[in-house]
């Protein structure tokens, strides 16, 4: 019972560390190819890639975000039930960080992706490039916070016995 309890953990820490994987990948690649850069481009170039974005990640980043979230607490549960209570604690640093990604998310940065996806170049707000720095800003922040999660469920996972 203890092996099967034991491999069932390995698998859901598994599972969590790929889920979170997914999320901060493509958090960095975005950061990493066109959130440092997206400051200088003009309205078209902004509207065409920030739209294109949106499209095609909105779906995918909350399927993975909600299941980050979700497997990452059965780990933590799991855990601090196996009595593993620092690793545990990683764990939790972990979910933590992950749930701050998924708070940035759904009160910063969608909110301003559903503004832009109603743009056109001739509806541009006047404050429209406050409005891209500002998403930049939280974008940049949450990928770090996503990395931080990776780095803890890493942790907590070699940390296992």
């Known amino acids: 019972m203890i092996m099967v309890r034991e491999s069932l953990l390995k698998l859901v820490q598994f599972v969590s560390i790929m889920l979170y994987v997914l999320v901060a990948g493509v958090m960095w690649g975005t950061w ?9 481009y003009d309205a078209a170039t902004f509207l065409a890639d920030g739209q294109h974005m949106i499209n095609n990640l909105a779906t995918v980043m909350a399927v993975l975000m909600i299941s980050a979230v979700l497997v990452g607490a059965v780990v933590v549960v799991l855990l601090f039930w196996s009595r593993s209570t620092v690793v545990a604690w990683l764990a939790l640093a972990g979910l933590l960080l992950m749930i701050a990604v998924m708070a ?3 009160v910063v940065e969608v909110p301003i992706d ?5 743009w056109t170049e001739a509806t541009l707000p006047s404050d429209w490039q406050q409005i891209r720095a500002r998403w930049a800003t939280f974008h940049t922040l949450r990928t770090f916070l996503s990395l931080g999660a990776v780095a803890a469920a890493v942790a907590a996972a070699l940390t296992t016995r």
């Open 32 to 40: 990493l190819s066109l959130a440092r850069t997206m400051t200088s």
């Open 104 to 106: 940035i998310t759904l």
């Open 114 to 118: 559903n503004l832009i996806a109603n």
